[in-house]
Every structure is written in C-alpha cells, then in structure tokens.
C-alpha cells in the first residue's frame, strides 16, 4: 500500500518496522499536499521546513529507542489551534497575520507525543458554519466530488482525511464541526465528552460548547489520538479532573447484549431516505453481532437547533469583543478616533456570519431581552440534557445519522442562513449536553458520496462508542475507500 493510503495504526507499524523513516513520510505528505492545494485547498498554511525538522527529530527519538506509537506521524491541525511562532487565522480576516506567541494544549501534547505538524487547515470563519463557505480564505472542496463542500467547520481537516493528504488532524466541535464535515467526507470523527479535552490555545467561539477532538481514518486512529490529547490542563477551568484515558486499550469490544437506542426524532420528514437506509443497515449489523435494539424518545430535539442558535451566538459576542484592532488582530487605517477603530476594524475583519452572529448574541444578552431568549433557551438546554439522561437509564448507546443529506453543492445553502443551521440538526443536541458522540463512514449514496452513522454516548463513554465504532470497522470497509482521483 501507498503511505498516503495508509492510517495511523499501519503507518506506525511501519515506522516500527523502519519500512520508511518519518522524514520520507512527511516529505510523500508534503508533495501531495503542494500537488492538491489549488483543487481542495484543505489548507491555510502549510509549514515544510517545521515538519522536516520536527521528523527529523521524531527519526532520531526512535534511533534512540523511544516507541511512542504516534512518534513520527503526520498531521495537521484545525488553524482554531494556536501554534507557536506560527500564524494562526481561526480562518478569518481579523487573525490574518496573527503569530501566536503560544502553543494550544493539544497542540503540545500532540508534539510531546512525536507526532509531526504538516501545517494549518482551512476551516469557516470562527468556526461558524457547516460548509466551510465562511472562511476568509476560500471555500474547501469536498475531494469526492469538487462541486461539493466538505461540510464545516471543520472541513479543511476531513477534506484532506478524504484527499489521503495526511492520516490524522484535530478539529473542533461546537454544534457539529467535527462529526458533519467527518460524515460529509466519509473519515472518522469524535466529539469528546465536554472537558476531556483541553480548550487552551484553542480561539473561543462558545465555550460552554466548544470541544477539539480527533479526525482520522478509523475509531482505532482516533482512539489513538486521544490518547495523547486527552486529560486534565490546569490552564483550562473547565478541563475535568478524570479526562485521561487509555482509549486505544479499551478497542475489540463484544457487542452481545449492548442496548442501542434509536431516536425516532433523528428518522423524520427531512431525512434523506438514502441516509435513512445506510443507517438502519449498520444499526442492523450491530443486532447481527447481538446487540439489542431498542426505541428511544428525545423530545426536546425538535428545540436543539434554535436553542443553539441562542446561545452559541450569546457566548460568540462575548468571546469575539476581544478582538478591537488594538491589543492584536486586524486594525483599520481609516478611523476618526478611538470609537471608530473599534467599530471600523471589527467591521473591516469580520465575514458577514461573524458579525451576524455577534449580532444575535448581543440581541438575546440585552436588558430586554435576556429573561425572554437567553434564560430560556438555558431553560431548554437543560430540557435537552434530561432527554438524554432519561434515555441513557435505558440503553448503554444511541444512534441514528450525523446529518439529514449528504453533501450539499457549493452555494447551496450560503444565501440562506437556517437552511445551513438545519444540517446540524442531528448533531446540535450533544454539544448543548456535553455528552461524546462518534461520526463514522456508513455508506454511500446512489451518486458516491459518504453517509455517516453517528454514535452518541453517556458521559465519559467515549471509550465504548470508539469501541463500537472499531468493532464496525473491522468488519466493513467504508472508512478504507478513498475518492477516485485521490482530489488531484
Ligand atoms: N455549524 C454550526 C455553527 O455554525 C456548528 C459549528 C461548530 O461546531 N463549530 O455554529
């Protein structure tokens, strides 16, 4: 096999078996990714000399018996990540020549464990959207068919997954960002349980909501990955105490007597019939191999999506009125005086979405209107969490599809703001619980586009829903097909 057709767990085999050096490794990488750039653009920044440098040094660790099994791996991380001495954009104008001075936690640990940085990937502004239309610096296209996005916000980071630009990347998960662009790409994508995860160094959107999470070939990779990146940062406050885990020891699960729950309110009007079918199909596989299947209610569903729309909005105005064109970020060169930099660098440096979302959130913060919109959708989101906790008495896992459709064509949806809010539809209500939920390859549609099965856990079950994923794995090869042309 090609290296750029290998994932993590056959690319560290090789690495074991000096098959390859990482220097030779990332080298392959960087010449696809050159070669792809122009068709995909997956990334913002690609950082050559910095990956050498880094496999070179990963080569000489394991010369000197050092056997990490991520040590000498490529990846690239979502540019939310701040990186050290590199630019970090967050895929906006307003960061566009921002160096940051720091490393992200995840970042860190990623490096710490030998892995190397290939650069940073394209990604919607802020991380607001599901297209990845947003970005400053042009849409990605989706490798399986260039007309098509790759889904958002993390979609630079799945579009090279699918591209075989690189075997792993991070990405961030606020309503979906990670699971929907995994799905829409057909690779593999976890959203953590809310505080595994490090949030430091990685640029706030909502933070009550904002997770960075694995993206990779497989639930075995992924696994991988987080063990590395997982556990307590105290730099981040909300980082839980117990977020390490031994993820890739807990794969080879046996499914006998495993209770699933499936949704009816993730199977209704708007579902694609052909996503529909893919996913009762691997919901079927999972009875075939013993586990028993059972019907759950998630009433509170139905509200996830406008819940969101509050608060996300709510936190974003909060968290983006750090950028004012004086401490860092864009500045404006034609201003009155102080007031008028403030507005005219943050009109200047933020895309039309940013600035309608800042919008929003500071409309439902407001004397005014805080009891009306932004207790009540506290109200609700506290509505949305019992759902889950109800449900989770029940079964040990839910599942249904991580999106109604398969990828939409470039411009679909973009003139139309809810119609893009609604492909989060299915995966919304997990942020707004903090509970982990899988994204993995399920199938394809009648015109070859990936469909996604989601797999939604408890809290602090993200070890059994990369098992249950894993053990899928083994046995279908959705997650193994590649896009033909390979997005060259
Ligand atoms: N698509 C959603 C939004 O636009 C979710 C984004 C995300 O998860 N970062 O806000």
Redesign the pocket.
């Known amino acids: 096999m090609e290296l750029h057709q290998m994932g993590v767990t056959e690319l560290a085999a090789g690495l074991r078996k000096k098959d390859f050096s990482a220097v030779e490794l990332s080298d392959a990488l960087l010449q696809r990714i050159r070669k792809s750039q122009d068709a995909i653009n997956a990334f913002i920044s690609v950082s050559e000399e910095l990956a050498l440098a880094q496999a070179n040094a990963a080569d000489q660790r394991r010369a000197q018996g050092d056997a990490n099994p991520l040590l000498g791996i490529p990846l690239a991380h979502k540019d939310i990540f701040c990186t050290r001495g590199q630019r970090t954009t967050c895929g906006s104008k307003m960061l566009a020549d921002f160096i940051s001075p720091y490393d992200a936690t995840v970042v860190q640990r990623l490096q710490g464990a030998g892995m190397v940085s290939l650069g940073k990937l394209n990604m919607?502004e802020f991380?607001?959207?599901?297209s990845n239309e947003t970005s400053f610096f042009g849409p990605v296209r989706n490798p399986w068919d260039r007309a098509r996005v790759p889904g958002?916000?993390s979609g630079g980071s799945a579009a090279a997954l699918a591209a075989r630009l690189l075997p792993a990347a991070t990405g961030?998960?606020?309503?979906?960002?990670i699971r929907?662009p995994a799905a829409f790409c057909g690779v593999t994508g976890l959203k953590p349980t809310y505080g595994r995860v490090s949030r430091y160094g990685m640029i706030a959107?909502a933070s009550s909501l904002?997770q960075g999470g694995p993206m990779a070939r497989s639930a075995a990779d992924c696994a991988l990955l987080m063990d590395a990146m997982a556990g307590h940062d105290a730099l981040d406050s909300t980082s839980h105490p117990q977020g390490a885990g031994r993820f890739s020891a807990a794969l080879g699960r046996n499914l006998q007597g495993l209770r699933i729950g499936v949704p009816e309110e993730f199977f209704g009007d708007g579902l694609d019939p052909e996503v529909a079918q893919a996913v009762q199909d691997a919901i079927q596989w999972y009875a075939s191999q013993g586990a028993e299947i059972r019907p759950v209610r998630l009433p509170n569903n139905a509200h996830a999506v406008s819940t969101?729309y509050v608060l996300?909005p709510a936190e974003a105005s909060s968290n983006l009125s750090r950028f004012d064109g004086v401490r860092y970020s864009h500045r404006s060169a034609v201003s009155a005086d102080l007031q008028d930099l403030y507005l005219q660098s943050r009109y200047e440096g933020f895309g039309p979405e940013v600035r309608r979302r800042i919008l929003i959130g500071s409309y439902v913060l407001s004397a005014g209107y805080y009891d009306a919109y932004y207790r009540k959708a506290q109200q609700v989101r506290a509505l949305i969490r019992e759902d889950f906790r109800r449900a989770f008495a029940e079964v040990d896992v839910i599942m249904g599809p991580a999106t109604p459709s398969t990828a939409f064509a470039l411009g679909a949806k973009s003139a139309d703001p809810v119609a893009?809010?609604l492909?989060?539809i299915y995966t919304?209500a997990v942020?707004l619980a903090g509970i982990p939920a899988l994204s993995l390859p399920c199938g394809f549609s009648k015109d070859g586009l990936p469909i996604g099965l989601q797999i939604m856990g408890d809290y602090f079950a993200d070890e059994l829903i990369l098992g249950l994923g894993d053990a899928y794995q083994r046995d279908s090869d959705w997650h193994r097909r590649s896009p033909s042309g390979e997005g060259q």
């Open positions: 919607d991380a607001m959207g599901s958002g916000s961030t998960d606020t309503g979906g960002s929907q959107f904002d969101y996300a893009m809010y492909a989060d919304i942020n």
